[in-house]
């Protein structure tokens, strides 16, 4: 049975050149999707079990001869690519050097994000796995700062219409509908940012983008986990640092879009799909010296 997302509800279609195959049988034995079988000494292809191909890609990557391709489900035969023998992916140490530099920036130079790392940004945030492909992650995004300006004065707009929704009276009055550490967090937080959001604006502060640059707003479908948008904005971020760039996860921003069918229509963010983070960008106004170590709430072996 075909998995329906937003995108596709069919199957991919599979098809095995047999006079090529070397009966190695690595294609069935990652082929999790189940359509993938091994019988009379051929891979056989059999869409009736399990869930069909979801056009994961996993068979055609691990053939060593290349003759099982995969079509649908937004996926091609023609988007499989060779590793170059020169590369070489990152090592623990450099990768862990990248995170534990990077910052939270919230301060800018004037100067404008490229194209050239904008699109290395998208397609760092592709690559970002997903529950189910093809990915239901969208990305809107809002370059130069007159564009910046103009999508943080339609969320302050937009705050100041919530103003009742988020003051205190109105979360006393849902106190019942949530846990205690939720309405805690809400009360003591939400209103308090809003308003200095609110008063920031007037004052003609940008205390919601901090005047970057770039801004881009992640959102997915409700077909999925509302995660797999995280995620790929964390893969944006890292993508970014890599670049010399700054970034800063913004959260308060799609609780506010998601409330707003008008600002969905306006920003290209279909109406059934939730808002996810926003992530700002630009080229760092100051340089740490130091990093601090982090730690997990808890950590637990089984």
């Given at each position: 049975m075909a998995i329906k997302s937003s995108r596709t509800n069919g199957v991919g279609m599979v098809t095995i050149d047999h006079t090529r195959c070397s009966g190695c049988r690595l294609c069935v034995s990652v082929c999790k999707g189940a359509p993938l079988k091994w019988e009379n000494n051929r891979v056989v292809v059999d869409q009736t079990e399990g869930f069909g191909c979801y056009g994961c890609g996993h068979c055609m990557?691990?053939?060593?001869v290349g003759c099982i391709f995969v079509d649908g489900r937004c996926l091609s035969s023609d988007d499989v690519f060779d590793f170059l023998p020169t590369s070489k992916p990152a090592d623990y140490n450099q990768l862990i050097d990248l995170m534990r530099q990077r910052r939270s920036i919230r301060n800018f130079t004037e100067e404008e994000v490229s194209s050239e790392a904008i699109n290395n940004i998208i397609a760092a945030a592709a690559t970002a796995p997903m529950g189910i492909p093809p990915s239901e992650v969208g990305v809107v995004v809002i370059s130069g700062r007159r564009k910046v300006r103009a999508f943080a004065a339609d969320i302050v707009a937009q705050i100041r219409s919530m103003k009742w929704q988020i003051s205190k009276p109105a979360v006393y009055m849902m106190?019942?509908?949530?846990?205690?550490?939720?309405?805690?967090?809400?009360?003591?937080?939400?209103?308090?940012?809003?308003?200095?959001?609110?008063?920031g604006a007037r004052n003609g502060q940008d205390l919601l983008f901090y005047d970057a640059p770039l801004v881009m707003m992640f959102h997915v479908s409700a077909f999925v986990d509302p995660v797999d948008s995280?995620?790929?904005?964390?893969?944006?971020?890292?993508?970014?640092?890599?670049?010399?760039?700054?970034?800063?996860?913004?959260?308060?921003?799609?609780?506010?879009?998601?409330?707003?069918?008008?600002?969905?229509?306006?920003?290209?963010?279909?109406?059934?799909?939730?808002?996810?983070?926003?992530?700002?960008?630009?080229?760092?106004a100051i340089s740490y010296r130091r990093g601090v170590q982090r730690t997990l709430a808890s950590v637990k072996y089984i």
């Open positions: 990557a691990v053939c060593p106190r019942p509908l949530m846990s205690k550490d939720s309405f805690e967090v809400f009360l003591s937080f939400v209103p308090v940012l809003f308003e200095a959001i609110d008063e995280y995620i790929a904005a964390t893969f944006a971020m890292l993508a970014a640092e890599a670049q010399g760039l700054g970034s800063c996860m913004i959260g308060s921003v799609a609780p506010v879009i998601k409330n707003s069918n008008k600002l969905k229509q306006k920003y290209g963010i279909p109406a059934n799909n939730q808002p996810g983070l926003a992530m700002i960008f630009g080229h760092p």
